[in-house]
């Protein structure tokens, strides 16, 4: 086009129409970051450019706009413009999400690399965690997060192999643990204890830090439907993470 902006009327945002359209706009602007095509720290097309782009109202383009700055995806200045953030990696503390998907919203490169994944006798402690008896058999990976090629998370998982079979199976360097119990046990409740710890050293080479780098630890219970499906152990350096929680207060 002319102005220099994406093609929109043909596209899967005008498509599907069952979606309000600033919902539309806000998928299109997201999909612009994750496809890199809106970079951090630059604009992002102007209100009155989208507004000519989706043929809406103004206020319609204001409030997609509105919403996502105030998730901190995006930086409005007044007088100047709308920019994409330079975003610390973060998670949300009372949800479960995809930690490949989290780093592509970031507009980043996601990687993964599985440093273990075996079956084993369940620890005095990991049995403990996932309500099993000591001895018993269960899954075990450790697996290193990677965003733009930086490791922002060891994720040293626990999965009981009742439910999770094909556990073993699957390639963790091209699908997350989180994606695959998702599909193959949907996963209900969650439980996290979150503390602050120094590494120790085989925590400093997986994640590339010093030993005096504080770092955040999350430990996490997950349930499928009553059934207490896996136990993870998350640990992020604190220079370049964040947990992030938000709460509806009932009246």
Excluded at 111 to 133: H, K, T
């Amino acid at each position: 086009m002319a102005d220099g902006l994406p093609h929109i009327h043909s596209s899967r945002y005008n498509n599907d129409m069952n979606k309000p359209i600033h919902l539309r706009i806000r998928q299109f602007i997201l999909e612009g970051i994750r496809e890199r095509r809106f970079l951090p720290g630059a604009k992002i097309p102007t209100e009155a450019e989208l507004v000519l782009q989706f043929g809406v109202s103004r206020m319609t383009v204001n409030k997609a706009v509105r919403d996502l700055a105030s998730e901190g995806v995006l930086i409005r200045f007044a007088g100047d413009g709308t920019y994409v953030a330079e975003r610390k990696a973060e998670s949300p503390l009372l949800d479960i999400n995809n930690i490949a998907e989290e780093i592509a919203c970031r507009g980043h490169r996601y990687r993964a690399s599985v440093e273990l994944l075996r079956a084993e006798p369940a620890q005095d402690e990991i049995a403990l965690w996932l309500g099993l008896v000591t001895g018993e058999t269960l899954f075990h990976s450790l697996i290193v997060h990677f965003e733009n090629d930086k490791a922002i998370q060891i994720e040293d998982r626990y999965v009981n192999p009742a439910f999770a079979p094909d556990y073993l199976q699957q390639d963790f360097s091209i699908e997350t643990p989180n994606a695959y119990l998702m599909k193959s046990c949907p996963l209900t409740d969650i439980e996290h204890t979150v503390e602050a710890i120094l590494p120790n050293a085989s925590e400093q080479a997986l994640l590339n830090i010093t030993a005096t780098e504080p770092c955040l630890r999350v430990l996490r219970r997950t349930w499928s439907h009553k059934h207490l499906v896996s136990f993870s152990r998350l640990l992020h350096p604190g220079s370049s993470y964040k947990l992030r929680s938000q709460t509806r207060v009932k009246k």
